[in-house]
T-cell receptor, first 114, second 114 residues
Framework: NAGVTQTPKFQVLKTGQSMTLQCAQD?????MYWYRQDPGMGLRLIYYSASEGTTDKGEVPNGYNVSRLNKREFSLRLESAAPSQTSVYFC?????????????FGSGTQLSVL | AQSVTQLDSHVSVSEGTPVLLRCNYSSSYSPSLFWYVQHPNKGLQLLLK??????LVKGINGFEAEFKKSETSFHLTKPSAHMSDAAEYFC????????????FGGGTRVLVKP
């Protein structure tokens, strides 16, 4: 049971470099999410996709772009990385995207921008 | 607007003693409330959720939480801590008016002493 799979697990970038974080789920869920986790701040929503073909901004979307490639995959791109984007990034999915629904999380990507 | 405050950033307990993690929320409407747990280097896992049914909610691994509307609280408890309970715990609030978005507390890190 893979669940939600994120790659890579660790990444170090220099300021200005670009990269894409990959996320895939095998539970046939409709909704997918990208969060960032910073110490003492809990998780903050970057972007989400309520269903295949749709994406919407969350609380902290600046500096990021997303692509819902198909129902399984939801990628997060940093076009020009900045030190403020040093964080742990989590992908999550849920069956229908309702407000009281259980989220399933990947194990995270630890990103450092120097 | 919804918000959530976890009153303790760190809690230290001895194995076999009770655990209490405190959470206060603010919500304009009837909220859904969750507790998630994050073990080291892992993604978040749902412990329990409240969705306007019974005010005492039982979750996995012996945890339970009580919704108290008059106190706007949703504290998490466990009668007897186990070493495997050492983790970070997040209280989360959601309401339909916020469009399926979750708001996370800052987290409480639990240390269990043998």
């Amino acid at each position: 049971n893979a669940g939600v799979t994120q790659t890579p697990k660790f990444q170090v970038l220099k300021t200005g470099q670009s990269m894409t974080l990959q996320c895939a789920q095998d539970m046939n869920h409709n909704s997918m999410y990208w969060y960032r986790q910073d110490p003492g701040m809990g998780l903050r929503l970057i972007y989400y996709s309520a269903s295949e073909g749709t994406t919407d901004k969350g609380e902290v979307p600046n500096g990021y772009n997303v692509s819902r490639l198909n129902k399984r995959e939801f990628s997060l791109r940093l076009e020009s990385a900045a030190p403020s984007q040093t964080s742990v990034y989590f992908c999550a999915s849920s069956e229908m995207g309702r407000h009281n629904e259980k989220l399933f999380f990947g194990s995270g990507t630890q990103l450092s921008v120097l | 607007a919804q918000s959530v405050t976890q009153l303790d950033s760190h809690v230290s307990v001895s194995e076999g003693t009770p655990v209490l993690l405190r959470c206060n929320y603010s919500s304009s409407y009837s909220p859904s409330l969750f507790w998630y747990v994050q073990h080291p280097n892992k993604g978040l896992q749902l412990l329990l959720k409240y969705t306007s049914a019974a005010t005492l909610v039982k979750g996995i691994n012996g945890f339970e939480a009580e919704f108290k509307k008059s106190e706007t609280s949703f504290h998490l408890t466990k009668p007897s801590a186990h070493m495997s309970d050492a983790a970070e715990y997040f209280c989360v609030v959601s309401e339909e008016a916020a469009g399926n978005k979750l708001t996370f507390g800052g987290g409480t890190r639990v240390l269990v002493k043998p």
